[in-house]
């Protein structure tokens, strides 16, 4: 008896390019069938690059290691990460860069508070998202200004937490 062979079931190319003399093919598995004297196991297709975007963010954050960080996180999963230590600074990259999609904000920062600058954001760009993180416990962060029901990312967070919050943000209409 041989032992099972992976096979794959439902492929799909989804791009190719030249590169040089070589030519690379990308080949996305949406499933899996492995073969087996019982039966084939169909494996559900992976779910981490769902979580990726290209859209453009606004990361505010006046803790300067846990901005860094943040753009790193986000730069990882294909974002376009600009990054501002304050409302001031914010206010000018989001006047600078008219692409900017959704804003992740502090709640909680010296000066101007998160929910003030998305407001403020928000009047001049409507369709903007905005999502609060901040590691304030609730009755802190509903006294700055955050209600129930908006998007929201309790700190610390990790990796895979911030990247789902994007995308689930992202992809509400």
């Known amino acids: 008896m041989s032992d099972p062979q992976p096979a794959p079931h439902n492929s799909e190319a989804t791009s190719s390019h030249q590169a040089g003399d070589a030519r690379q093919e990308i080949v996305e598995l949406k499933t899996l069938a492995v073969a087996t004297d019982e039966k084939a196991v169909e494996l559900p297709p992976p779910t981490a690059a769902s ?14 290691i846990l901005r860094d960080l943040t753009r790193r996180l986000l730069e990882r999963r294909g974002y376009t990460v600009l990054v501002a230590a304050s409302a001031v600074e914010a206010i000018h990259q989001f006047d600078e860069h008219p692409s900017i999609q959704l804003i992740l904000t502090d709640v909680v920062m010296p000066g101007m508070s998160g929910p003030a600058l998305a407001q403020l954001l928000l009047e001049r760009r409507p369709g903007l998202k905005v999502i609060y993180m901040s590691g304030y416990t609730d009755e802190a ?19 895979s937490a911030i990247a789902r919050k994007l995308r689930e943000t992202l992809d509400v209409p």
């Open 141 to 159: 962060i509903v006294q700055h200004g955050v209600l129930p029901g908006i998007a929201f990312l309790p700190k610390p967070f990790t990796a």
């Open 51 to 64: 979580v990726d975007g290209t859209e453009v963010v606004l990361v505010v954050e006046d803790g300067d």
